[in-house]
């Protein structure tokens, strides 16, 4: 017991000091445990060692690891066919003119949509609607970033499938031969302590918060870059009907107009009430940023520049690339028309738009001539991109490449995600299956390339859990956990199960902010279910505790995977963490103290 006990701590100051790759640490654990027991072997009563390298490595086949890598799946699924993006442009929409709504409706969204779906892909995708907000309502990203991590923490406390930790917690108790979780077993007290920690996340948190903008924003907002584009409007346009005053559409706010070229007619600035019509050419100006945004709405809005024949489709529908290149000095290029080029031909590629620096451009796409410098956005399949490197004429920028969604698999995307979770909420189906199937259907379907759904499992999940199960196996079986409840209970000796609920609830929110939700969900839940049996009370009250203090690893970055997302965007440092997440977690520690012994009649 005491070799586990200093194995698990040694782990543990590996995990925090972070001078080792966490899977290092996981599968040295892992190593260093049934290399031990081999030595010192535990015999249950048939002579079988109980801890032997079978029992041991279980955790790489646990159905809530594998649950937890399944939904990460079907989260990028979901964020790669442009779903949550679209999603979290209504949300802007609907806030109109009100900041302090639209961040309240993106907050609550986020925890809606978390309470269904893995945190992580959630925060991916809601983190540039932040951004938005903070361009739109002139605040700083800082003030609202981390309240975007802890809203969808506090989201995935809900249900069964909303956090990685809950599965775990429940995985847990089936190790000890208790039942597990149902999908709504906890949904209640999680919809309390979600309403107390979003009134804080809006009313208290940014006053908290500092303001911090990175030096690349402030150069960005003096000068940032645009690209001159086209649009084509053809039979069914959202734009047909569209009108132009003071060179904004109506329907393309971002997007600035040069031109609108009508048959043989050019209509220049200024505008007032201009209707478009089909078959107009408009020429405009637009950031990256917001010609991203109209390919995900409308795949074919931009007009191919160079005007040669062909491959339209590609320009639609399968994988879809943007980067940028630049026209390379001496290139064969530079003086001659886009569409004297055969640019297009030659790479497979669509120019979408021109960017040169210090001058207004006013001509349509393929007429400009280019110079040495002119910077192209460019669109096409992701090996033809990678092609442009060996292309003399051009020069890719690094960092450029972006993925565009595969919007015309949107709607299948969006069913199989329904499917997965009725399934799972409805009992019919095991909830690791129904993950399962999803991310099957996922790559199935064409949402997602085997390659990119390889890509959204997490290498640090799938080492660090069955670390953390084989040390709470090893704790479990030596008696481990039975001493530290007894320690604890003796801690709180002469107290009633509500007081004692509160303490587990305490001391594993501290422990979870050292080590990480998933890590505590599985060491604490066998201490938490000795601490019920000491004081006669229900293991799962008390696993219930453990789910929700696992969720409140909120006081520094490490607690809690999306807490990493946001600091590098929000700009923040470690201590901003616990400035603003120490209180939150007392404030949950209080209200679940309150709530918990009354709602279960403790």
Excluded at 26 to 43: D, Y
Excluded at 305 to 318: L, T
Aim: aromatic share 8%.
């Amino acid at each position: 017991m005491w070799a586990t006990f200093v194995l698990i701590a040694g782990a543990l100051a590996f995990y925090v000091w972070e001078k080792l790759a966490i899977e290092i640490t996981s599968i040295a654990v892992i190593c260093v445990l049934i290399a031990f027991f081999l030595a010192f072997p535990l015999p249950a009563p048939d002579g079988r060692n109980q801890l032997d390298a079978e029992r041991l490595l279980r955790g790489f086949a646990n159905p809530a690891l594998i649950t937890v890598l399944a939904l990460l799946v079907v989260g990028q699924g979901m964020v790669r066919t442009g779903v949550l993006d679209r999603v979290a442009r209504v949300i802007i929409r609907l806030g109109g003119a009100h900041g302090w709504l639209t961040i309240a409706i993106v907050m609550a969204a986020a925890m809606a949509v978390s309470a269904v779906l893995n945190n992580v892909p959630v925060v991916v995708i809601f983190i540039p609607v932040i951004q938005v907000l903070s361009e739109k309502l002139n605040r700083p990203a800082s003030k609202m970033m981390m309240g975007l991590s802890f809203a969808a923490v506090l989201g995935g406390s809900v249900t069964l499938i909303g956090s990685g930790s809950n599965l775990l917690v429940s995985s847990a108790l089936l190790e000890m031969g208790e039942q597990g979780f149902g999908f709504f077993d906890f949904t209640v007290p999680g919809l309390v302590l979600a309403g107390a920690g979003l009134l804080y996340v809006l009313l208290v948190m940014p006053r908290l918060l500092p303001e911090k903008t990175s030096l690349a924003q402030r150069i960005m907002a003096r000068s940032p870059r645009n690209f001159l584009t086209q649009i084509s409007v053809g039979e069914g346009s959202r734009l047909v009907g569209a009108t132009v005053v003071g060179g904004v559409i109506n329907k393309l706010p971002d997007v600035r107009v040069r031109m609108i070229v009508r048959g043989e007619r050019v209509v220049t600035p200024p505008y007032h009430d201009f209707t478009i019509e089909m078959g107009d050419l408009v020429v405009a100006v637009a950031s990256r940023k917001a010609l991203s945004d109209i390919l995900a709405d409308d795949p074919g809005i931009l007009h191919a520049a160079a005007g040669e024949p062909g491959g339209e489709d590609a320009h639609q529908r399968g994988e879809r690339v943007i980067a940028e290149v630049m026209v390379a000095p001496a290139s064969s290029m530079a003086g001659l028309r886009l569409r004297q080029t055969g640019f297009q031909l030659r790479t497979r590629c669509f120019v979408l738009g021109v960017q040169r620096r210090a001058h207004m451009i006013r001509s349509r796409l393929s007429d400009i001539v280019l110079e040495s410098g002119d910077v192209l956005l460019v669109q096409g399949k992701a090996a033809d991109i990678e092609a442009l490197r060996a292309d003399r004429n051009v020069v890719p920028l690094e960092w450029s490449t972006e993925e565009l969604p595969v919007v015309h698999h949107a709607k299948l995307a969006a069913a199989i995600f329904l499917g997965v979770v009725v399934l799972a909420a409805s009992g019919l189906f095991p909830v690791v299956g129904a993950a399962l199937l999803g991310a099957v259907a996922m790559t199935v379907s064409g949402a997602l390339s085997l390659q990119q759904a390889s890509r959204a499992l997490d290498s640090k999940i799938y080492t660090m859990i069955p670390a953390a199960l084989a040390m709470g196996a090893a704790m479990q079986e030596t008696g481990g956990a039975q001493f530290l409840a007894q320690t604890m209970t003796m801690a709180t000796v002469g107290a009633g199960p509500a007081v004692v609920l509160s303490f587990t609830f305490l001391i594993a929110a501290i422990l979870a902010n050292v080590i990480g939700s998933n890590a505590c969900a599985v060491l604490f839940t066998p201490i938490a279910a000795g601490l019920a049996a000491e004081v006669g009370a229900d293991p799962h009250i008390f696993a219930i505790a453990v789910v929700f203090a696992a969720n409140a690893g909120l006081a520094t970055p490490i607690g809690y995977q999306t807490n990493v997302l946001v600091m590098g965007p929000g700009h923040y440092r470690f201590a901003d963490y616990f400035r603003a997440g120490a209180p939150l977690v007392v404030l949950l520690w209080i209200v679940f103290s309150l709530f918990a012994p009354w709602y279960y009649g403790l």
